[in-house]
């Protein structure tokens, strides 16, 4: 299911705020939250540890999976495992009725081998598309499962506080199921993860080294791109390479329709809105005398504003069968949906952000840059207004340009960091659902969140670039 869209995503970035216009739940509680949060860092850090010296590749998260549904057991949530071959889907029934927030934490590693050295760095291999590998969270998804694992424990010592329930969401294979398989938030989808109870709104962290320890970084609207497969078929006429007449080149055809592809965000898609067409396999031809019959091309298509996404792919298709036409060749273009746009819902970001800005302190709450990655996270942001925020990761000491990047060898997680994690989801969970059960959110959903009218504020700060 889609929502509809209302409004220029982007320019309602960070406008439309009032810290004022936000209901807090009540401040005992919130203090309770905060201070059992403090309390289970070490924890955290255990189980962070614990989950990084067993790195896991995506569908096959299994001892991951037991230890969640282990501990969400030892808290007494109602525990369905094997969601989507690995995953855990944890509910917290808090002590009276209100709305529903889900939270999720993604659980699979990469096939990466560490080079950071750790007392608990990976020592993992295993066989990946049939090479030996070496496996490691390089894209610090440990740390997303053990914050999630704390605030699991936070939220369930005071759920007798709570107005509402709370769906945790351990996910596998956020990366991509190997080749062949099923698996992610589609298939957690398609097997029910947010059916009974539904949620409300649905919460989600990444860790980035963008950011130092300490920091938040939030985007309303586009913050991680649509992601789409596009495989494009030119088929010519082969000839010998000296009497190209003969023939119809379909070499020359799919070189013109590489540079007429790059036009299209350029020219054709609203400025506004980054958007890439890129290919990234030619593939066509065995010698350099003869000029083949067919090529074909691979590509991504990535978007950040959800409305633009069909039209980038109409022009795609327009601009390839015209080129195609135009030498009298054919083309053959199939776009593979992948990720939609993770989409955070500006008036769920407006909503939420004084809460960001009281757990982290309001200077260390900046606007991130959209990134054009993706997300499966989009996926659950499509049933329920969604609010993906990056959570900083790098140790305030190491310039940004020297921090290693998620997915690299080097990749490494300041562990300063994921008490604020914990603290930001426990209390993003825990003001959503006293501000929903003010206001009989559960009665609208989904996508249709009851909203108290927000004044104008100002812009947050950027962070340093
Ligand atoms: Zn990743
Ligand atoms: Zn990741």
């Known amino acids: ?183 992610g938030a589609r298939l957690m989808l398609a097997e029910g993860a947010l059916r009974d109870p539904s949620p409300d709104a649905v919460f989600a962290l990444h860790v980035v080294p963008q950011h130092a320890a300490g920091q938040i970084a939030v985007r309303a609207g586009g913050a991680m791109a649509s992601s789409d497969g596009l495989t494009i078929q030119v088929r010519g006429r082969q000839t010998h390479a000296a009497y190209p007449w003969l023939g119809v080149d379909p070499i020359a055809v799919a070189s013109r329709i590489v540079l007429a592809l790059q036009a299209i965000p350029g020219r054709q898609v609203d400025a506004r809105h980054p958007a890439i067409v890129s290919i990234g396999a030619i593939h066509g031809g065995v010698r350099g005398n003869i000029i083949p019959d067919d090529v074909e091309l691979l590509g991504t298509i990535r978007s950040l504003e959800p409305s633009q996404r069909g039209a980038i792919h109409e022009r795609v298709r327009r601009t390839v069968k015209g080129i195609a036409e135009s030498a009298g060749a054919t083309a053959e273009v199939e776009i593979h949906d992948g990720y939609p746009v993770t989409y955070n819902d500006p008036k769920l970001t407006a909503r939420m952000l004084p809460t960001l800005r009281r757990v982290a302190g309001a200077d260390n709450v900046v606007e991130g840059l959209p990134r054009t990655g993706a997300e499966d996270f989009a996926f659950f942001a499509q049933e329920a207004p969604g609010l993906y925020f990056w959570l900083g990761i790098r140790p305030p000491d190491v310039p940004e340009a020297e921090a290693a990047p998620n997915h690299s060898p080097l990749f490494f997680v300041d562990e300063d960091a994921l008490g604020l994690g914990v603290r930001a989801l426990a209390s993003l969970a825990v003001d959503f659902l006293a501000h929903g059960s003010s206001r009989a959110v559960g009665a609208t959903r989904p996508g249709s969140v009851r909203l108290s009218p927000v004044a104008p504020a100002p812009w947050l700060p950027r962070a340093p670039r």
Request: net charge negative.
């Open 1 to 183: 299911m889609r929502r509809a869209v209302a409004g220029p995503a982007l320019a309602v970035v960070f406008t439309g705020l009032a810290s004022n216009a936000h209901a807090d739940a009540d401040p005992g509680l919130l203090a309770a939250v905060d201070a059992a949060a403090r309390g289970i860092e070490p924890q955290v850090i255990a189980w962070r540890r614990d989950i990084h010296a067993h790195p896991e590749l995506s569908n096959r998260e299994t001892r991951t999976a037991a230890l969640v549904a282990s501990e969400l057991r030892r808290l007494g949530l109602e525990v369905r495992s094997e969601v989507a071959h690995t995953g855990v889907v944890g509910v917290l029934h808090g002590s009276r009725p209100g709305p529903v927030v889900a939270l999720r934490a993604d659980m699979d590693a990469l096939p990466v081998s560490e080079a950071v050295d750790l007392p608990f760095a990976s020592k993992s291999r295993t066989t990946y598309r049939g090479r030996e590998v070496g496996v490691m969270h390089a894209c610090g998804h440990d740390a997303h499962t053990a914050i999630l694992l704390g605030v699991a424990e936070v939220l369930a010592g005071v759920r007798d506080a709570l107005p509402g329930s709370v769906v945790f969401l351990f996910q596998p294979a956020e990366e991509g199921p190997p080749p062949g398989e099923q698996g």
